[in-house]
């Protein structure tokens, strides 16, 4: 299994963050299958080509599959990260945690779908498809379907997030019982910000979408090529706090 060999190797562990936990809980195990499951879901076709002609149509989904199985891994990795340092297992952690499942699998044809058509569209083509009878029909046809489409992807994008806030907090409220120290505490505030921030963004998205309905339905989608920005913004003004907060800790220690 993945998750064995990443925490044989300590994939993850950054030496900053103490881990609480080595083995693989059962609710561990299930969110593996659901995400193999997942990325099946994802393949780009389920039959070997037989012509060029069917290789070629079948590599044409291949950056749309690369996007979607990056997507999915990010998602992977942060529980993977979350079960690894904070060891819970308790009732609410279950629930979200079984929310943050059904989120990814009811995701899979709709994020599969998106990136299919965003890619045809960037490679230049006319975001078509071609149906088992041979009919070829434009993805998406009007500029409200689009908006929709946001709407669909920015559910989930805020879903997605929202948990990993959730989650994030939860072990934050329970910093005594896990024995966080100073810098973890501060560490998971970060993780709470950065998971609150990619809401926020999402919620942009959503409210474009909406309100805009097809005229401001590509701004709704552009909204997210600033999470990058936000990220390292974040990320750079974060690790400033953090190295003025670890040497105030090796003073006092």
């Given at each position: 299994m ?10 993850g562990d950054?030496?900053?963050?103490r ?21 099946t ?8 080509p ?6 070629m ?16 891994f ?8 979350f079960?690894r340092r ?10 979200m945690?079984?929310v943050?499942?059904f989120?990814?699998?009811f995701?899979?044809?709709p994020?599969?779908f998106?990136?299919t058509?965003?890619v045809?569209r ?17 993805m ?10 946001m709407i669909i992807?920015g559910?989930?994008?805020?879903a ?12 934050y ?23 609150l ?5 999402g ?19 552009m909204?997210?090529m ?9 990320g ?18």
């Amino acid at each position: 299994m993945i998750r064995e060999k990443l925490i044989d190797k300590g994939v993850g562990d950054a030496r900053k963050f103490r881990w609480r936990s080595h083995e693989i809980s059962r609710i561990e195990a299930l969110s593996d299958a659901v995400f193999a499951f997942a990325v099946t879901l994802l393949v780009v076709a389920l039959e070997v080509p037989k012509t060029y002609g069917e290789l070629m149509e079948v590599m044409r989904g291949f950056g749309a599959f690369a996007i979607c199985f990056a997507l999915l891994f990010v998602v992977w990795f942060n529980q993977y990260k979350f079960f690894r340092r904070y060891g819970l297992n308790d009732n609410l952690t279950i629930i979200m945690n079984a929310v943050l499942l059904f989120v990814v699998l009811f995701y899979v044809y709709p994020l599969k779908f998106v990136f299919t058509f965003l890619v045809d569209r960037f490679t230049g083509g006319h975001g078509e498809v071609r149906l088992p009878n041979g009919t070829v029909e434009g993805m998406v046809e009007s500029a409200d379907q689009v908006a929709n489409l946001m709407i669909i992807f920015g559910l989930g994008y805020v879903a997605v997030f929202g948990v990993f806030a959730f989650l994030n907090w939860h072990a934050y409220r329970k910093r005594a019982q896990l024995e966080l120290t100073e810098l973890e505490a501060f560490d998971t505030r970060t993780d709470i910000r950065e998971s609150l921030l990619n809401v926020f963004i999402g919620l942009v998205s959503l409210t474009i979408a909406i309100l805009g309905a097809g005229r401001f339905a590509g701004i709704s989608g552009m909204i997210y090529m600033l999470t990058p920005v936000v990220m390292t913004a974040h990320g750079t003004w974060n690790g400033r706090r953090r190295k003025k907060l670890e040497k105030v800790v090796m003073a006092e220690t």
